[in-house]
């Protein structure tokens, strides 16, 4: 018989209980409900609706049950619904009649809810560290990149030269914002649901903030319908961990250029590359592929949980069951995703001949030939149809900036004079971008200066 059987007749049918039934997924939930029984019965036994005895047999028997369950020596019931009537249902066999004093004063619905923030408390904590090692990553790349040039790419068109640290530390603020997030949904979730009840607290006398003191959470939920019923906590961690996706997405998807035939602006380590069933030759960058294919996936999870509570009316709905293997999928799909893809950018070989080669071709320099003229007193719209006509003259004669003389460039404008040539040199162009947030050599030492100092202050949530 279930353990909210009393009120009924007869057993659920078995297709029932399956349909029913949560503990599927939601048996990796195990510590976070036997910690939240521990702090309960330590607060009941600390308003003296339990023995201090009786506190320390249940606690004793927790204890017990989660060595058990962590050494594979229990089988969850699925007729026992969830984790939380599980581990009491094992309790009671384990401790006897005891047990069943354990639930005094509380709901699955406050339970759960306890659970699910204990657990997503702890994951994002360990996401932002992968997030941190891949920072730690970016960081040293671009310290080892400052000066090699590469083109910078607008509409997927070549458009300024830039260098591969400017390139890197555009992801580092990306992903820099995502701790920003992740560290904001953490704040945001600790708050305890812990006696809420099904939704409208009870008529013992807990003590709510000392069950939030003892699990770890800076307040509690100020209104019982609102704490068994929120998932925001939930969507906002999803939502920061689909753009963290995101960014590694479109992070792969350069990747996956930069390593073609096309590009060769890189080489994957052939430990985080794969090759052809039938084709000899090739080398295939399936990690940052996977990636950018899991990353729809977790955007699914989200839009998932979204639809889930569009219509939900307060309080508690078994709707709310659906959060969990979506949660689950998107967390776990992300720690698949982020050490891969940091120990793949940390192996890779960077080819910086062929991306400053990569940076002379496409006209990349333009806009610092039109910026001379400007220099020398023309007006930008003046001086950017001059340079639109040199372009299309190199064009027409399969030639570029750099290799035209002085008098084709004297044919266009009297302004021109040999000093053309070093500002419209790679180097000049990069370094002469002193403006904050430029490729400037100068400007990124002082970038990865600061980048360093971030690690160093913010190690952790």
């Not at 701790?179 to 607290?201: E, I, K, V, W």
């Not at 961690?237 to 689909?242: N, P, W």
């Not at 889930?308 to 069951?321: F, R, S």
């Not at 021109?416 to 971008?433: G, H, M, P």
Request: charged content about 25%; hydrophobic content about 40%.
């Amino acid at each position: 018989m279930k353990l909210w059987g009393g009120r009924f007749s007869k057993s659920t049918d078995m297709v029932v209980d399956d349909f029913n039934s949560s503990i599927r997924f939601d048996q990796r939930l195990f510590r976070e409900d036997i910690q939240g029984s521990i702090a309960h019965v330590t607060m009941l036994a600390a308003v003296q609706i339990l023995s201090e005895s009786e506190r320390d047999t249940i606690i004793h028997g927790l204890k017990d049950l989660e060595k058990s369950i962590e050494n594979n020596e229990v089988e969850f019931d699925i007729s026992a619904e969830d984790i939380h009537m599980n581990i009491e249902t094992l309790l009671i066999q384990q401790i006897g009649d005891v047990a069943k004093k354990m639930h005094t004063g509380r709901s699955r619905n406050d339970q759960v809810a306890t659970d699910m923030r204990l657990y997503i408390k702890k994951e994002v904590q360990a996401i932002d560290q992968d997030v941190f090692k891949l920072l730690e990553t970016l960081l040293k790349l671009s310290q080892e990149h400052i000066e090699t040039i590469m083109p910078g790419y607008t509409h997927l068109q070549k458009a300024q030269p830039t260098t591969l640290s400017h390139h890197l530390m555009a992801y580092f603020e990306m992903f820099k914002r995502d701790r920003d997030r992740l560290a904001t949904s953490y704040h945001r979730m600790n708050q305890s649901p812990l006696g809420a009840g099904a939704f409208a607290t009870t008529t013992y006398p807990l003590d709510r903030n000392m069950t939030a003191e003892l699990l770890d959470f800076d307040a509690i939920c100020l209104n019982s319908m609102d704490a068994v019923s929120d998932r925001d906590f939930l969507l906002d961690v999803l939502y920061a961990l689909s753009m963290i996706m995101m960014h590694l997405s479109r992070f792969s998807e350069e990747i996956i250029l930069w390593c073609s035939h096309e590009f060769r602006f890189i080489d994957l380590d052939d430990a985080y590359s794969t090759g052809s069933s039938i084709m000899p030759q090739k080398k295939n960058p399936d990690i940052p592929e996977l990636i950018r294919g899991k990353t729809g996936r977790v955007y699914g999870d989200l839009m998932s949980l979204l639809t889930t509570m569009k219509g939900l009316p307060l309080a508690y709905n078994k709707d709310t069951q659906e959060d969990k293997e979506v949660t689950f999928d998107a967390i776990d799909t992300l720690k698949m995703c982020l050490p891969i893809f940091t120990k793949l950018l940390d192996t890779m070989t960077v080819r910086k001949e062929v991306m400053r080669s990569g940076a002379e071709g496409g006209f990349t320099n333009a806009t610092d030939a039109a910026d001379y003229l400007v220099k020398k007193g023309l007006a930008f719209r003046d001086a950017h149809e001059v340079i639109g006509k040199l372009v299309l003259y190199c064009v027409n004669n399969n030639t570029n900036l750099s290799k035209l003389s002085l008098s084709e460039y004297q044919n266009l404008s009297p302004l021109f004079e040999e000093d053309i040539f070093d500002a419209i040199s790679l180097d000049t162009c990069v370094n002469k971008r002193q403006v904050i947030g430029g490729p400037a050599k100068e400007q990124m030492e002082k970038v990865n200066t600061y980048a360093a100092t971030y690690l160093c202050d913010y190690p952790s949530i």
